[in-house]
């Protein structure tokens, strides 16, 4: 890409770019910091080591580059403080995460193994385990498996984690969902939520997972302005960006979900949530003509997960097409009750779709709290099931719990 096209696409006024070259157990790396608009080289260097030195090579480029730009010491310090595991676990760990971000179950399974690989290789090493937590919230997020298997392990990576490093902040917000997901524990939820906020500074992870706390209150809004100000960060995570669209469809903000969504599949045209959100926002204003051929195609790229069959399967159920809409939920039997809910209310089955929701309760699927006070929830919300399915989760009256906010 165009050097100045990239800064103003992450809105920076400097880009560092470089080149790496390996040979045996030699590595060589070549690092140029530049001015985006002058095409001015601000700092160079050249570092030839030992593959072993890799960490040592990385402190000793971010110390310059914090130097060229004055850069805040305190924080370089912190950075280049934490423990460093060794080379193999890293690779290992590097190698996961990037088939975790393809977010498909093919690429959460290959980064399962990959990061479980580099757990082995170095015991004491915190990301992998964090990570893994991450997976396995992802699989029962997507619908790839069970709730109630998964969540429990997510705990038991982020406790492991914290058992070595006691204030990680990414594994207390693990936690802290696990609270929310497996127990409808709000105050254990705060309690690690706030921990985690106590790190300078705040991991983006920590700032989207509690976008999950404000939802489950009903504060969409806020939540969707979270997730923009983590994007400051990071203005090409498309999963970040998907999820902010997502919280500004459930607050009402159809065309503001619709636009961002647009945005993202011009970044990656085969992630099915983009598609996912637009066809969810015409659901939401009742024009499902538009709707049928963006869940088509998130069906198409994501059949197993539960709320885009179930999507899918209302919109075919109204469009006449039964059979089909009835070979979609049969895909799905063994799978969350969540994607019945959303078939039945979009079919405007009302008293059907709050029992599939208190099915849902009890299935600890993280959507029950998310979609509460949704659009779609609303016929249910004005019903009599609706007291009950509250005090399920917990909380008598989401909309006036007391709710935590990160100074």
Known sequence: EDLRRIA?????RTVLEGTLQREGSRLRV????IDARTRVHLW??????????????QDQIARAIASSLHANSTIIATMLGKPK??????????????H??????????????????????????????VTLGRIYLMRAIEGIAQPISMLPLVRAEAEWALAVEEMEPRAHTLLAVSAMALDFDW?????????????VPVHPEVRQSYGVYLAAHGRYREAAGL??????????????????????????????????????????????????????SYVFRNMLNHAFKPAETAYNLAPQNPRVAGLFAGILARAGLTERAQAALKELSNASPIANVFYYLICNETAAGADWFAKAIAHHDMFTVLYAHSPLMRP???????HGLQLAMKIPDLTRAPIWLPD
């Not at 690779?91 to 990037?98: I, S």
């Not at 249910?380 to 609706?386: A, D, H, L, M, Y």
């Open 380 to 386: 249910v919300r004005e019903s009599s099931f609706w």
């Open 85 to 98: 595991p060794n080379l193999a676990a890293y690779e290992a760990y590097l190698t996961g995460r990037h």
């Open 227 to 280: 997730l923009e100000a983590v994007l400051e960060d990071d203005r090409l995570n498309v999963f970040w960006r998907a999820r902010m669209a997502n919280q500004l469809n459930l607050a009402g903000l159809h065309e503001r979900a619709v636009a961002e969504a647009t945005a993202i599949l011009n970044v990656d045209e085969r992630y099915w949530l983009p598609h996912y959100i637009i066809a969810e």
């Open 44 to 57: 160079s260097q050249q570092f030839d080591k030992e593959l072993i030195d890799i960490f040592k090579i």
């Open 100 to 129: 975790m971000l393809k977010h498909t179950p093919e690429g959460l399974k290959r980064s399962e193994e990959f990061l479980r690989r580099a757990a082995e290789l170095d015991p004491y090493y915190v990301d992998p385990h």
């Open 30 to 33: 070549m690092a140029k910091l």
């Open 8 to 12: 103003d696409m992450l809105d920076v």
């Open 187 to 199: 105050s254990k939820a705060v309690h690690h939520f706030q921990l985690a906020f106590e790190t």
